[in-house]
């Protein structure tokens, strides 16, 4: 805003006229998907966290509704479904080539329950992590 404004209802005017090119720019900014991108990069470098929605919409300033609704929008997937997909492609990746346990895999994939684990990876893999590990064995 300028110095040199000494009336009251000048500045009131410039402050208005501030505030709604903030919230144009902030509009444009969601509705041009990027912040929704940044959702998905979070998720991608913190799969192995306790991520929530209501932690999503605090990082990133948006509503739980905003988020869920444009990420489904943008990706054509829920970002549970998102989140435990990426999850299970981590574990496929490590069940053929590490030695590691398959609680510890587990562990490293963000879940406290190995069993709860392989209930999601054979769901969403159609079989169970150790059946997995043996069928992509290196011979």
């Known amino acids: 805003l300028p110095l040199w404004i000494n009336d009251l209802d000048e500045w009131e005017q410039m402050l208005i006229q501030q505030v709604h090119l903030t919230i ?23 799969y192995n966290e306790d991520v929530s929605l209501p932690a999503l919409s605090e990082q990133f300033h948006f509503s739980t509704q905003y988020i869920s609704k444009k990420f489904k929008d943008t990706y054509g997937v829920t970002i549970v479904a998102y989140l435990t997909e990426l999850r299970m ?3 496929k990746a490590l069940l053929e080539s590490t030695a590691m346990s398959i609680a510890e895999i587990a562990e490293q ?6 069993n709860y684990f392989s209930k ?3 769901k969403q893999v159609g079989l169970s992590p150790f059946p997995y590990r043996k069928l992509h064995e290196i011979k």
């Open 24 to 46: 144009e720019s902030m509009n444009l900014h969601a509705a041009s998907g990027h912040g929704i991108e940044e959702v998905k990069d979070y998720l991608d470098k913190h």
């Open 89 to 91: 492609e981590k574990a």
């Open 109 to 114: 994939l963000g879940y406290d329950d190995e």
């Open 120 to 122: 999601v990876f054979k």
